[in-house]
């Protein structure tokens, strides 16, 4: 089953540094599965989230696959339903301190960014407003954008699943990583 809410698209990566870094990602976060679908007949992968995840895990989990030597795409974009504090009522804010708890905006995540002060990743709602994520876990919303909102994918249709990755026990989460390590060669 594929949820609209939340998923990545990666375009021109390896799928074994994705499942590992997919995995080491699972490891160290609150999230509990992800799921990796390869389109049949391109180099283009799309992250699902199956057990859902939250607006400040998904941004948190988007920069970590932008970070190098993970997965080296540049070509990466995002999409999920953000809280309404985000996209109507607040122009800054912390992902903590919602005081709505509803979703009705959905919001593209860019791989442009910036490095004033606090890295910011940049992202644009679906009604066109540029909102800036700091990974001090704030936001804000500036009102005129140059990034161009681009409409989700509706379907799977076109991608097989390769692999459902789960958030391992403890126990063995390092005998995993060290064969993965090996597999890829790093």
Request: aromatic fraction near 12%; proline fraction near 3%.
């Amino acid at each position: 089953m594929f949820s609209f809410c939340f998923y990545i698209e990666l375009k021109d990566v390896n799928l074994e540094k994705l499942k590992f870094t997919t995995f080491e990602l699972l490891s160290s976060m609150e999230i509990s599965k992800s799921s990796i679908h390869q389109h049949k007949r391109k180099n283009e992968f799309i992250l699902t989230f199956p057990d859902g995840i939250s607006n400040e895990m998904f941004i948190f989990f988007f920069c970590a696959l932008m970070a190098p030597d993970l997965t080296d795409s540049n070509e990466l974009l995002g999409w999920f339903f953000a809280n309404d504090d985000m996209t109507i009522y607040e122009q800054t804010g912390d992902f903590d301190s919602f005081k709505r708890d509803t979703y009705s905006k959905r919001i593209m995540m860019t791989p442009e960014g910036d490095e004033k002060g606090n890295l910011h990743q940049y992202g644009i709602t679906e009604n066109g407003k540029e909102i800036h994520f700091g990974m001090d876990g704030s936001f804000k919303i500036k009102e005129k954008t140059k990034l161009k909102y681009i409409n989700p994918i509706s379907s799977l249709k076109d991608y097989n699943e390769v692999e459902l990755i789960e958030k391992p026990i403890e126990e063995v989460k390092q005998t995993i990583i060290e064969k993965l390590k090996r597999l890829i060669g790093i």
